[in-house]
């Protein structure tokens, strides 16, 4: 550098060879630009791909947090003797008669005494008797009557409950609904949302964190407030439990055969071809064999976490037996080598040696596996799984048998139903099934960490 | 008895058989397991091994052939009259289960006792009402010959059952005589377990196999049944799709194909770009650190759930594209359409494309880079006229898998694509407008096959040969792909 400095060039000859070796002519300028071009272009795909990761999250979760919050009215009820347990006989089997409607004027006074506590002018607003019953869910009749055949000795009493406001009231609170769009909308009136802003300065209307989201079943089209995802993680997680129990063990098994075992011929050729297939077969093509073969051939229930368990494991093994494959192959020939050096025989040098120190391997891929049955859709659609489902599945094994939903169709079945308030909820659900993704991913990659040897 | 518990007795013979044959082997060699050919756990192996797994391996294949052999036998039992009130006979075979579970509930709870169960004439004081009681499932009334037959299909399960169980506790038994009579301190028992096991893994391998004809048979068996009532030129050559549960539809493939494959490729359009460009940046100029973090973020694309694809295309993608583009170029008012879903599963095709890409480019070897640097290309020259023609059947390839995900990826296309299929009968103009909802093969396999369906009709049966038509097309893909990547890949290896 410094001899080029040092002897500064004469003056700049004219013809093609012209010029400094540092000034750029026009060709290489060109090739230049198109250099930088190229660049820009790979670092703009880049670029564009971070950027859809990033806004697909921040569409989900600015879209799904607030269904994990939720609007509550709280009211002290009287449970009328009169109205509930007209002979104070104390009888469950006669308090059971009382159906929800019986329970819902308790409910209506509920509400008046506590206007006049707070000195709210119903007729002021607008809001007549019916509208201002409206503000509570539906659900709220269902819980009060719940309590009361829980604690029939509490008839008689004031009791305080915490009842879900209707899914319009909760809306309000989440900007969903607006004083304008209020006016357009026949469930909800503006002066409902002022009557639930006059409530909610008198203390008795409060938004907080809501576990009935995590813990409540699905509920029925025009009450979205109460629907949750209990029933859809159970559902999921007996499927997750019947393809880690059986895709697991074939899956080993059928590596071990590939990878240890197997001569070379047209069979073993057979099955390879076999499997690299079924990993990109369409997932929707298993649920034609599920329906088909599961349910109207060998005649196992609809919408059960058994038949959905069986084709996701089905989907899933190809997934398993090519990690284990990998991993299997990656334990050096050494490690057999001397097994059977010291006499072991072959069975014994991969299930003593072999297999073992494959372990972390295979759980990793395994985990990775579930993972990806675990946010499955299409086939469980066309094994039943998207039917409504309210009542929990029992306890396994009889539970595997009985209808259930899962979390990635229940998403799907909330984004069918026309009230946006499900939207909402469908996004919350999606949270938590990222969730349960990341960490079974983060456990991968720990498991990867602590326990991958590198030979 | 149970399954469960015949199961659990199995493997309770099991387990002694396994202390057993290790007793038995020591004794015969007076204790000193020197003296054995094998080791003692192998004996026991070998006895847990003969007890269980012939008796269950039975018990699986009777669960499996036993209740099909009981509805061929009563169905075929089942009087016309029967069938013609209740629909179909799958229908009234459905109906005898429910009353013969309602039986055993009956009896269970003890509001019957199993005489009057047996005996039950639907005449009798409302039996229909009592049935219900028990909490089972009872749609319709219950007539006399569904009511008969729900008895005698108690009776065939019963007998099926106490068969079972003699069947599969003898087998137990004898293979635990057999096991424990042939311990002896010079038998190979290692030998017999480890080919016992190795049978056990090939069967484990077959599975694949099995699974593969299991998807092929399911969909041959329910497509020729389609193609009994509907002809089959008519399928794949008609240009309509118009199914109507009440019959007489139009079930042409031809606009849900177009519509898969304009939707494959507005996706592949997005995502072959972006994929290939990403992979190129990241294994040829990409430092250490960018790599580090932008390769696995790209790739958690690949990781999320095709169910959250979906919502985005729905509450965010379709909003925008019909507010920003369609309706100022007064193209559509729809949120679903083609657009819609093709951008969105371009987004997800992102992390393939570029993954497998950047494998191949990465496999090209460094001295092809060197001798074109050499000779004064500069970095994006070596890249396009060395390396991505060297790369090339590999992202061909590549391309390709994108091509057959895309094909058969169903929930983007659920709910962003649309429900309607092509008009091909009002002109090329709706049918190339990517602003208009348009639906796929796997949409309409969807649709018609969820929700109350006939499985004697054609509007459902053609789901089986939609399916068919998908998994040959896909297959033809990967096998394609696979062809064109071991073919090329040997050049540098």
């Known amino acids: 550098m410094t001899d080029a400095t040092a002897n500064t060039p004469a003056a700049p000859k004219e013809g093609k060879h012209a010029g400094s070796l540092f000034d750029a002519d026009a060709r290489t300028q060109k090739r230049n630009a198109s250099e930088a071009r190229f660049r820009a272009l790979g670092l703009g795909a880049i670029g564009i791909g971070v950027a859809a990761l990033i806004v697909l999250l921040v569409s989900i979760l600015s879209q799904g947090l607030p269904a994990f919050q939720q609007t509550f009215i709280t009211l002290d009820v009287y449970l009328d003797e009169a109205k509930l347990d007209k002979n104070g006989e104390r009888d469950i089997e006669k308090i059971k008669k009382v159906s929800t409607f019986g329970y819902a004027p308790l409910i209506k006074n509920a509400m008046t005494s506590r206007n006049e506590e707070l000195g709210i002018d119903m007729a002021a607003l607008g809001v007549s008797d019916k509208e201002m019953s409206a503000m509570v869910s539906k659900e709220a009749a269902a819980q009060l009557r719940r309590f009361v055949i829980a604690n029939p000795d509490r008839i008689g009493d004031t009791v305080e409950f915490e009842f879900l406001a209707s899914g319009r009231i909760d809306g309000y609170y989440k900007g969903r609904v607006t004083l304008e769009s209020a006016e357009r909308d026949s469930n909800v009136s503006p002066g409902q949302l002022q009557y639930a802003d006059a409530l909610k300065e008198g203390g008795a209307l409060s938004t907080h964190f809501n576990w009935g989201f995590l813990t409540m079943a699905d509920a029925s089209e025009n009450r979205p407030e109460a629907a949750g995802i209990g029933v859809a993680m159970i559902g999921s997680l007996y499927m997750m439990l019947v393809v880690l129990f ?24 057979m099955i390879e071809v076999n499997i690299s297939n079924l990993a990109a077969v369409p997932s929707i093509v298993f649920g034609i064999l599920g329906l088909a073969i599961f349910i109207n051939y060998a005649g196992l229930p609809q919408s059960a976490p058994i038949v959905g368990g069986l084709v996701l494991t089905l989907m899933t093994l190809p997934t398993i037996i090519i990690s284990t494959r990998a991993s299997l192959k990656s334990v050096p020939p050494s490690i057999r080598d001397a097994a059977l050096g010291v ?3 072959k069975m014994q040098s991969v299930f003593h040696h072999v297999l073992p120190l494959a372990m972390p391997g295979i759980l990793t891929g395994t985990i990775i596996g579930l993972a990806q049955a675990l946010g499955e859709t299409a086939p469980l659609m066309l094994i039943g799984m998207v039917a409504f489902v309210r009542e929990f599945p029992s306890a396994p094994p009889e539970g595997f048998f009985d209808p259930a939903s899962a979390l990635p169709v229940q998403v799907y079945n909330w984004t ?21 993704l990341l960490c079974m991913n983060f456990l991968a990659i720990i498991l990867r960490r602590r326990f991958e040897r590198r030979w | 008895m149970p399954v469960l518990w015949i199961v659990l007795a199995v493997f309770g013979l099991g387990l002694i058989g396994y202390f057993a044959g290790r007793m038995r082997a020591l004794g015969s060699a007076g204790g000193d397991a020197r003296r054995l050919h094998s080791l003692p756990n192998y004996y026991g192996w070998h006895a847990f091994m003969l007890t269980v797994v012939p008796a269950l391996l039975v018990l699986a294949a009777w669960l499996l052939v036993a209740p099909s052999m009981i509805d061929t036998r009563i169905g075929d ?28 509930m009956a009896i269970e709870q003890g509001r019957m006792d199993s005489e009057t169960a047996a005996n039950l004439r639907s005449d009798m004081a409302d039996v229909t009402a009592r049935l219900k009681e028990t909490g089972a499932i009872i749609t319709s009334t219950i007539t006399q010959p569904v009511l008969r037959a729900a008895q005698e299909f108690r009776v065939l399960s019963g007998i099926s059952n106490f068969w079972m169980t003699v069947v599969v506790g003898l087998l137990a038994i004898a293979g635990f005589a057999l096991a424990l009579l042939q311990t002896h301190k010079d038998f190979r028992a290692r030998n017999t377990v480890e080919a016992g096991i190795k049978t056990i893994l090939i069967l484990a391998s077959t599975i694949a196999i099995l699974t593969t004809v299991g998807i092929v048979l399911s969909m041959f068996f329910e497509t020729g049944n389609f193609f009994e009532k509907y002809a089959w030129t008519e399928f794949f050559f008609g240009t309509k799709w118009a199914p109507d549960f009440r019959g007489d539809s139009e079930l042409g493939m031809l606009p849900l194909l177009w519509g898969t494959l304009y939707i494959s490729f507005v996706a592949l359009a997005v995502a072959v770009p972006v994929g290939l460009f990403a992979a190129i940046y990241l294994s040829e100029y990409a430092g250490p650190k960018l790599r580090a973090v932008a390769k696995p973020m790209i790739e958690i694309l690949a990781g999320i759930p095709t169910i959250v694809y979906g919502l985005f295309a729905l509450i965010t993608v379709g909003p925008i594209v019909r507010d920003w583009i369609a309706q100022p170029l007064g193209l559509g008012n729809s949120t679903n359409s083609v657009m819609t879903a093709g951008l969105v599963m371009g987004i997800m095709l992102i992390p393939f494309v570029s993954s497998l890409s950047d494998d191949i480019i990465n496999a090209v070897p460094q001295a092809m880079r060197d001798g074109s640097f050499g000779l004064g290309a500069t970095h994006s020259e070596t890249i396009k006229q060395v390396v991505l023609p ?19 990826e169903t929930m983007i296309v659920v709910m962003g694509a649309g429900a309607a299929a092509a008009q091909f009968q009002e002109g090329l103009g709706a049918v190339i407008n990517p602003f208009e909802a348009m639906t796929t093969v796997t949409v309409k396999i969807v649709s018609q096959l969820t929700g109350d369906t006939d499985f004697a009709s054609p509007e459902t049966l053609v789901a089986f040969a939609l399916g068919l038509t998908l998994f040959v097309i ?20």
């Open chain 1, 246 to 269: 059986l895709a697991l063990p074939i899956g080993v098994a059928a590596s071990i055969y590939l990878e240890e075992f197997a001569p070379k011929n047209w069979f073993t050729d």
């Open chain 1, 343 to 345: 006499g072991a025989s």
């Open chain 1, 416 to 436: 069918t139903r026309a009230d946006p308030a499900f939207v909402e909820r469908a996004s919350g659900a999606i949270i938590v099934l990222l969730c349960f």
């Open chain 2, 77 to 104: 039992s089942l009087p016309e009259s029967a069938i013609a009130e209740g629909g179909s006979r799958s229908l009234v075979m459905a109906e005898v289960r429910r009353a013969a579970v309602a039986l055993d």
């Open chain 2, 390 to 408: 060297a790369a090339l059947p590999g992202i061909v390839g590549a391309v390709l898998l994108a091509a057959s995900r895309a094909i058969g």
């Open chain 2, 474 to 493: 896909t297959l033809g893909l990967n096998v394609l792909a696979l062809y064109i990547v071991r073919k090329y890949r040997e050049q540098y290896e």
